[in-house]
């Protein structure tokens, strides 16, 4: 199971404009932006956001409809940034290597279902997995296991014949949590 960015493609995602869009976003719907950290992920963002939403007694309802929001900010970054985005060298040669051995290749990544897509078929990856987990398909994202582990149960495989390849301590974290080995690349 593969992380895409930083593992398949090398994907030049302005971060730090994403994240400080983000914090304007969320300052300008009445958070306090001190709460929020250009140094961390957006997903730790929504974590903090959904505990003031809780914490304020504000509806569930308005908080999907922020998080909704965040993220399309976060896909608009990763639509930018797919567009530029470039394999990996020897990615290819080593999927190929990996689908001639039969075994079932599935994919597991924070992006988004349309940002994912986009470069499965531009680099014509599809082919190679039988299982693609974005975070649209789960509930949380690495290193979260349910990440990892929708990717498993999907392509039918117990943790102890799955290695996971990544390039993230969020890989190695849903990795570990499962008791899956892990390679990670730099």
């Known amino acids: 199971?593969?992380?895409?960015?930083?593992?398949i493609v090398d994907f030049n995602l302005d971060y730090k404009?994403?994240?400080?869009?983000?914090?304007?976003?969320?300052?300008?719907q009445g958070f306090p932006q001190s709460i929020f950290s250009l140094n961390e992920?957006?997903?730790?963002?929504?974590?903090k956001l959904?505990?003031?939403?809780?914490?304020?007694?504000?509806?569930?309802?308005?908080?999907?409809?922020?998080?909704?929001?965040?993220?399309?900010?976060?896909?608009?970054?990763?639509?930018e940034s797919a567009t530029s985005t470039q394999l990996v060298p020897g990615i290819l040669e080593t999927l190929q290597?990996?689908?001639?051995?039969?075994?079932?290749?599935?994919?597991?990544?924070?992006?988004?279902?349309?940002?994912?897509?986009?470069?499965?078929?531009?680099?014509?990856?599809?082919?190679?997995?039988?299982?693609?987990?974005?975070r649209e398909s789960v509930p949380s994202v690495k290193p979260n296991p349910i990440h990892l582990e929708t990717?498993?149960?999907?392509?039918?495989?117990?943790?102890e014949e799955t290695v996971v390849v990544g390039d993230s301590v969020w890989d190695m974290k849903a990795a570990k949590e499962l008791h899956v080995f892990s390679v990670g690349v730099s």
């Open 17 to 28: 404009s994403a994240r400080a869009e983000v914090i304007q976003f969320l300052g300008n």
């Open 151 to 159: 990717a498993l149960k999907s392509l039918r495989v117990k943790p």
């Open 97 to 134: 290597a990996l689908k001639k051995m039969k075994l079932k290749l599935g994919l597991f990544t924070v992006n988004s279902k349309k940002s994912t897509e986009h470069m499965l078929s531009t680099f014509r990856l599809k082919p190679f997995f039988q299982v693609v987990v974005t």
């Open 1 to 7: 199971v593969f992380d895409l960015d930083g593992t």
């Open 50 to 79: 959904e505990i003031y939403v809780h914490n304020h007694r504000i509806s569930d309802k308005d908080y999907s409809k922020l998080r909704r929001a965040v993220l399309a900010i976060l896909e608009k970054y990763e639509m």
């Open 41 to 47: 992920s957006v997903f730790e963002m929504l974590k």
